[in-house]
């Protein structure tokens, strides 16, 4: 069990990727082809936090790998994690139930594929997956689609969050707008499904107006903080971290606040900065103790219905 820090809470991280190949699609080979041509942005970030370069995997089994992550939970400090990504579904099924005390798990397939709904039925009762992550840039249709409504209808049945990516995606080079990039195309299913709790991670990247906007309109959206966050450096007007926090809480209160790390990649490992970053902006910005415990750990084990000590 993690050894307890940042003073007086518990940490429950729900964002983070676990590597692995063996369901690499072409569209991904192609995306990591178009981010090779812009790596001089990847390059700058790398020296601008000191992070190594990932050492693809290096050898490891997928064994090793879970094993290194439960390892970093225990130096930092990391009561759980969610791991929203992990080589399709029954891939991730696996690595969850090597630690099953400390790892959750979300399935993440498209939901506009024909099955999907089943999918994601299969996932949750049979593998004990506890949410869907959903990349919108890459989906195959819009998040309002009609045929996707299968899929809410599953994802409320079982009270399962839904994790959605919007806005741009990767390094230079990456995806920066497509006619399915836009949170605001949300507010329609979530309207439709109020007891499906719809998370946006990344403060909603350079759509921060209309995620506002879609919290206003929407109480069962929330955002997560999860990143660097380096994206503001590309907004035209200043935004800060301290920003941020400070217009989410305005509009839609600690309670709909989620911390995420976004850690993905070895030898980097557990991102402790970004955590100790946000940590220290909350605390600057004079949040009471139930206000912090709920950013860092409380909303994100009541969405996924889960004790924050290890028990479900």
């Given amino acids: 069990m993690a050894v307890r820090r940042f003073q007086d809470l518990t940490v429950l991280d729900f964002h983070i990727h676990f590597r692995r190949d063996s369901d690499r699609t072409f ?30 995997g290096g050898g490891r089994t997928w064994e090793d790998e879970a094993d290194l992550w439960a390892g970093e939970m225990d130096r930092h400090g990391i009561e759980r994690i969610v791991f929203v990504t992990g080589g399709g579904n029954d891939n991730l099924a696996q690595v969850v139930h090597r630690h099953p005390d400390r790892f959750i798990g979300f399935a993440h397939h498209d939901p506009f594929l024909p099955g999907a709904a089943d999918e994601l039925q299969r996932a949750i009762e049979t593998l004990g997956l506890r949410g869907l992550k959903l990349i919108a840039p890459t989906l195959s249709r819009r998040i309002d689609d009609p045929s996707g409504y299968p899929v809410w209808e599953v994802a409320a049945a079982h009270r399962i969050p839904v994790l959605i990516h919007f806005g741009m995606l990767g390094a230079g080079g990456g995806i920066a707008y497509n006619d399915k990039i836009n949170p605001a195309h949300l507010e329609g299913v979530a309207k439709d499904f109020p007891t499906v709790n719809f998370v946006v991670p990344h403060f909603g990247i350079q759509f921060v107006k209309e995620l506002l906007f879609l919290c206003w309109a929407c109480p069962n959206v929330h955002v997560d903080t999860s990143g660097s966050n380096q994206w503001i450096q590309w907004m035209p007007y200043t935004l800060t971290l301290d920003d941020l926090f400070r217009k989410f809480l305005e509009t839609v209160g600690p309670g709909r606040i989620v911390y995420g790390s976004d850690s993905s990649w070895f030898p980097r490992g557990y991102v402790i900065r970004y955590l100790q970053d946000q940590i220290r902006v909350c605390r600057l910005l004079r949040l009471h103790h139930e206000d912090l415990q709920a950013i860092f750990g409380g909303n994100a084990a009541r969405l996924i219905g889960v004790d924050l000590n290890g028990h479900d």
């Fill in 27 to 56: 569209k991904e080979d192609e995306r990591a082809r178009s981010e090779e041509r812009g790596s001089g942005y990847r390059d700058q970030w790398r020296l601008a936090f000191d992070f190594p370069e990932p050492d693809g």
